[in-house]
């Protein structure tokens, strides 16, 4: 099983920043895409970014001008969202998110990420 741990939530101002990080424990090897997605009280979770085993990266269209990078850390065996530029918007419980080479699913416990005005 894949295990993960999300850090690096909190507190910010608009146009501030935060980098959010996923640690991955259990059998990571078999870990193919991973990403990110958030969600906002009374929302649908939604995707912000996801990287494949090959680092590929792909985002969300609410991500302009590069506001958002996602990136992996295969040493660490964890996966990275450095946040710029933070919006209001931006604000909600951001979850990690990884699926196997079989297709499994697996989700963190969520970070909150909150924007001040």
């Known amino acids: 099983q894949v295990h993960l741990v999300e850090s690096g939530g909190g507190l910010v101002q608009a146009g501030g920043s935060l980098r959010l990080s996923c640690a991955a424990s259990?059998?990571?090897?078999?870990?193919?895409?991973m990403g990110w997605y958030r969600q906002a009280p009374g929302k649908q979770r939604e995707l912000v970014a996801t990287?494949?085993?090959?680092?590929?990266?792909?985002y969300a269209d609410f991500v302009k001008e590069g506001r958002f990078t996602i990136s992996r850390d295969n040493a660490k065996n964890t996966v990275y969202l450095q946040m710029d530029n933070l919006k209001p918007e931006d604000t909600a419980v951001y979850y990690c998110?990884?699926?196997?080479?079989?297709?499994?699913?697996?989700w963190g416990q969520g970070t909150q990420v909150t924007v001040s005005s």
């Open positions: 998110h990884a699926v196997t080479q079989t297709q499994r699913n697996y």
């Open positions: 259990g059998l990571i090897f078999r870990i193919n895409v």
């Open positions: 990287i494949s085993s090959g680092g590929s990266a792909n």
